[in-house]
């Protein structure tokens, strides 16, 4: 049973647009999550983080809001921007603190 | 240098082979990870090793065998595989074990692509 779930497997947007990536966990004990970003034969790469006593994180066109209440939590990319394409991993960091609980990723095609 | 390095980038192998995957970082980090990942499925976590100790998930078969010559390298033998065991092994390291001291910051290599015939 999945633990992070992304329900949407791929998402559209055109340069310029705002693109919305969405991820829900089921562990209320889940206290920090991520965002890792993907492109093909390469690792992923750590993007942005949260930890649960904040309900956004920012860094440049990167913005991470958290519902807690809701076991919610988005990405949002302003602009987005070709570059951007790429598969998108929501985590959470495990109750021991010891490794992160991915979900499936959402594959971003951003058209210019 | 923000280099984890995993050799090889391809291997493929039968099941009665026994080969490794190899997996160094030169970052000084005192977490290794090794990550297994098939097609449309998110990474799911393998092994931890953390100050010269080794944490194994409990669902990882035997066949699998995680070796730590040395804090920055973490290899994983491989031997009497299934075609179902086809995947991209990752491997990453933190500068902590305690994910929350950094972030969740892990750092991932290129990934190796196994394929069992």
């Known amino acids: 049973d999945q633990q992070v779930k992304q329900n949407s497997p791929s998402l559209s947007v055109q340069e310029g647009r705002i693109s919305i990536l969405n991820c829900d966990y089921t562990n209320s004990m889940f206290d920090y999550f991520l965002w890792y970003k993907k492109y093909p034969a390469e690792g992923p790469t750590f993007l942005i983080s949260?930890?649960?006593?904040?309900d956004k994180n920012e860094d440049g066109r990167f913005t991470v809001f958290l519902n807690k209440s809701a076991k919610h939590l988005s990405l949002h990319i302003v602009p987005s921007q070709p570059g951007d394409s790429a598969v998108y991993f929501c985590a959470a960091i495990n109750q021991a603190g010891t490794a992160l609980i991915f979900g499936k990723g959402t594959t971003l095609s951003v058209s210019s | 240098d923000t280099e984890v390095t995993q050799t090889p980038k391809h291997l493929v192998m039968g099941m009665t082979n026994k080969k490794s995957l190899k997996c160094e970082q030169h970052?000084?980090?005192?977490?290794m990870y090794w990550y297994k990942q098939k097609a449309k499925k998110p990474p799911e976590l393998m092994f931890v090793?953390?100050?010269?100790?080794?944490?194994i998930n409990e669902s990882v078969p035997s066949r699998f065998s995680p070796e730590c010559p040395n804090s920055s390298l973490l290899n994983l033998h491989l031997h009497a595989l299934q075609p179902e065991d086809s995947a991209l092994y990752l491997c990453?390291?933190?500068?902590?074990?305690?994910?929350?001291?950094?972030?969740?910051?892990?750092?991932f290599g290129e990934g190796s692509r196994l394929t069992v015939l």
């Open positions: 949260i930890s649960s006593i904040k």
């Open positions: 090793y953390s100050y010269e100790k080794l944490s």
């Open positions: 990453a390291s933190s500068q902590e074990s305690s994910l929350t001291s950094t972030a969740g910051e892990l750092f």
């Open positions: 970052m000084g980090h005192r977490a």
